[in-house]
């Protein structure tokens, strides 16, 4: 029973001091003029891919950075660096997600200019990274067509703390068994508002939506929602 007791301590304690480092982060992000986007998923539902597609679009209109979250490899880093914006990788080396100290630490190697929108591809897990707060304005949430219509039902908190879903892959739908009606259906008890972007982020389809979106992104100073 004791034992129990410290652990929701040692937990509460932990999410706390990470709100604190969330809140300087978000600071910082304002005194950059960033707006700050969290994109969440499975292992390769496709975020790298989004991030390409969308920095070779947008990267003529407005300044990205990118901050990249793995366990091991620079390998995701060196994809971004590809497209000449500035991405600083981060190696979690075994942790499940990134946390507000580790974006933190990254964020001084970033160029101390503005920065429009910065990215911050987390490590590739759809349960722990909802639960910590890194300082951004929105999480998103990937899901991709391959991993099955019932991801939302199965791991909802990811998607309840998210302020839009996209839903890659698209292309490969008529491969799959992925069941539109029941994702729809799932979700609407989930977040009955969510916006869901139906994307390929390989092949371009449905991202001029996702565009859009990124645009009426509000900067309210707020945390965005955190669920455990
Ligand atoms: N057909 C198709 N393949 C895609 C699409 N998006 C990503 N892929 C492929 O899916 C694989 C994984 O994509 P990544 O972008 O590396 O996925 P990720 O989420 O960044 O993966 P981790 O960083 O390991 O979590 C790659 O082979 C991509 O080419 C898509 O829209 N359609
Ligand atoms: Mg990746």
């Known amino acids: 029973?004791?034992?129990?007791?410290?652990k929701v301590k040692l937990v509460t304690n932990i999410l706390r001091a990470n709100e604190d480092m969330a809140s300087r982060n978000r600071e910082i992000f304002r005194e950059k003029g960033s707006k700050v986007v969290n994109l969440i998923s499975s292992p390769g539902a496709g975020k790298t891919t989004l991030l390409e597609t969308t920095i070779r679009t947008l990267k003529n209109h407005l300044t990205i950075g990118v901050i990249e979250g793995d366990l091991m490899t620079t390998r995701d880093g060196e994809r971004i660096a590809a497209l000449e914006v500035p991405v600083v990788q981060i190696n979690t080396r075994g942790g499940c997600h990134l946390d507000a100290n580790m974006v933190h630490k990254a964020l001084t190697e970033?160029?101390?200019?503005?920065?429009?929108?910065?990215?911050?591809?987390?490590?590739?897990?759809?349960?722990?990274?909802s639960a910590f707060d890194l300082g951004e304005d929105k999480k998103v949430v990937i899901l991709s067509v391959t991993e099955g219509s019932d991801k939302p039902a199965k791991y909802p908190t990811t998607f309840e703390g998210a302020a839009a879903c996209?839903?890659?892959k698209i292309d490969l739908l008529p491969y799959t068994n992925f069941n539109l009606r029941e994702f729809y259906e799932d979700l609407k008890t989930i977040k009955p508002d969510?916006?869901?972007?139906?994307?390929?982020?390989?092949?371009?389809?449905?991202m001029e939506a996702w565009y859009g979106w990124l645009t009426t992104i509000d900067v309210t100073?707020?945390?965005?929602?955190?669920?455990t």
């Open 194 to 206: 969510l916006p869901v972007f139906e994307v390929s982020a390989l092949t371009g389809q449905g």
């Open 110 to 129: 970033l160029p101390s200019g503005k920065l429009d929108l910065i990215f911050i591809e987390n490590v590739g897990n759809l349960v722990c990274p």
């Open 221 to 227: 100073g707020e945390p965005s929602p955190c669920r």
């Open 1 to 6: 029973m004791r034992r129990a007791v410290i």
């Open 166 to 168: 996209l839903l890659n």
